[in-house]
């Protein structure tokens, strides 16, 4: 008999959220990023099943794609952080990946590896401040790799505020972006999730695709009822007891009854990566009902007032994100984000797929 937290990945539910996400794209082409184990679902076989429905796939960092090589995966895979030292773009090279470029050190590296890299792409700084060259590069930058031989060049740059299309600072970045790739004959990669679900308007042939992939909905944009949640954390009820009006459940006493209350306990916690930071009233389902956190999640263990709940008995089946309560339900009681709730799930909690 084992614990009963699992997390269990749907893989048909990415398979039509690619649907969904390509059906209002003209000629653009899809990448699907599967950095951060693909937000928790598993790099490898989320891979597996969507290799064939994308353009090319995108992780952080080279270890991610070596992992993506090692299990047989032939599609084209964008390293997003590019080569981090000359060795790095070496291995990018041999395993066929395509490295992004974003500052002057990494292009005396390609003057070794030119002629293993046919397809690198150059990140342009238009105001996330992160990585990127200076927007007015971008001409020179291309010159200097097509003359190293590199045959195909991407532009690309990153949207800091995409779900806002209307802030000074994404105005300030599409305008920057316009001016600087209007004229460019060359490919480029403006688009996130946001950007593409909210169907920006600027020049992007490559959309790179990650939250919405796996079902999560983009906050400050309208619920699109077409993407739907392919994770789903399950658990079921440990043991269920009575607490008394003034009792107090869980580390430091924070909930206290108000009334003489049914507590359910789960095994699960924040070593499986639900969040310590859940407050109370965060909505967990219980036996198909909505009942709220009641006190400090701990290590292995949380506690949830199902008083109004019918029928929770041990063995209860219990979701903590899922289609109900959905993942960026329960981040905004955290205090947090749906991307990090999917990401930082720790592998002792077995993962369990269909399709």
């Given amino acids: 008999m084992s614990r009963a937290t699992t997390i269990h990945i749907d893989l048909s539910v990415i398979?039509?959220?690619?649907?969904?996400?390509?059906?209002?794209?003209?000629?653009?082409?899809?990448?699907?990023?599967?950095?951060?184990?693909?937000?928790?679902?598993?790099?490898?076989?989320?891979?597996?099943?969507?290799?064939?429905?994308?353009?090319?796939?995108?992780?952080?960092?080279?270890?991610?794609?070596?992992?993506?090589?090692?299990?047989?995966?032939?599609?084209?895979?964008?390293?997003?952080?590019?080569?981090?030292?000359?060795?790095?773009?070496?291995?990018?090279?041999?395993?066929?990946?395509?490295?992004?470029?974003?500052?002057?050190?990494q292009l005396q590296w390609c003057k070794?590896?030119?002629?293993?890299?046919?397809?690198?792409?150059?990140?342009?700084?238009?105001?996330?401040?992160?990585?990127?060259?200076?927007?007015?590069?971008?001409?020179?930058?291309?010159q200097q790799l097509?003359?190293?031989?590199?045959?195909?060049?991407?532009a690309m740059s990153h949207l800091a505020s995409a779900e806002d299309p209307d802030s000074p600072l994404t105005q300030a970045q599409l305008a920057s972006w316009s001016h600087h790739t209007g004229f460019l004959d060359a490919p480029t990669s403006l688009h996130n999730s946001a950007a593409t679900r909210s169907s920006l308007p600027a020049r992007s042939d490559w959309m790179r695709v990650g939250y919405a992939l796996y079902g999560g909905q983009v906050q400050?944009?309208?619920?699109?009822?077409?993407?739907?949640?392919?994770?789903?954390?399950?658990?079921?009820?440990?043991?269920?007891?009575?607490?008394?009006?003034?009792?107090?459940?869980?580390?430091?006493?924070?909930?206290?009854?108000?009334?003489?209350?049914?507590?359910?306990?789960?095994?699960?916690?924040?070593?499986?990566?639900?969040p310590w930071a859940a407050a109370d009233g965060t909505p967990i389902s219980i036996n198909g009902q909505i009942a709220p956190l009641a006190g400090r999640v701990s290590m292995d263990m949380t506690t949830v007032d199902v008083t109004d709940c019918v029928g929770v008995t041990t063995g209860a089946p219990a979701v903590l994100w899922g289609d109900q309560p959905q993942i960026d339900e329960v981040a905004n009681h955290c205090g947090t984000i749906g991307y990090e709730l999917m990401t930082r799930l720790t592998a002792r909690t077995p993962r369990r797929y269909h399709s």
């Fill in 220 to 274: 400050g944009l309208a619920a699109d009822p077409k993407i739907k949640a392919a994770m789903e954390l399950r658990s079921a009820v440990l043991a269920v007891r009575q607490v008394k009006i003034g009792e107090s459940v869980g580390y430091g006493g924070r909930w206290t009854a108000q009334r003489d209350s049914l507590i359910a306990t789960l095994p699960v916690g924040y070593g499986d990566g639900y």
């Fill in 15 to 105: 398979s039509d959220n690619i649907a969904a996400l390509r059906a209002p794209l003209s000629n653009q082409k899809l990448l699907a990023v599967l950095k951060a184990n693909a937000y928790g679902h598993g790099a490898v076989p989320v891979a597996q099943h969507i290799e064939a429905m994308v353009d090319a796939l995108a992780v952080a960092y080279t270890e991610e794609a070596v992992i993506l090589r090692d299990a047989g995966i032939k599609a084209p895979i964008l390293v997003l952080e590019g080569p981090h030292d000359a060795s790095d773009l070496a291995l990018i090279a041999k395993l066929d990946l395509w490295p992004v470029l974003h500052q002057e050190e």
């Fill in 146 to 154: 097509l003359e190293m031989g590199i045959a195909s060049v991407t």
């Fill in 112 to 142: 070794a590896q030119a002629a293993h890299l046919p397809h690198v792409w150059i990140k342009l700084d238009t105001g996330m401040h992160r990585l990127g060259f200076a927007p007015d590069q971008i001409g020179p930058v291309r």
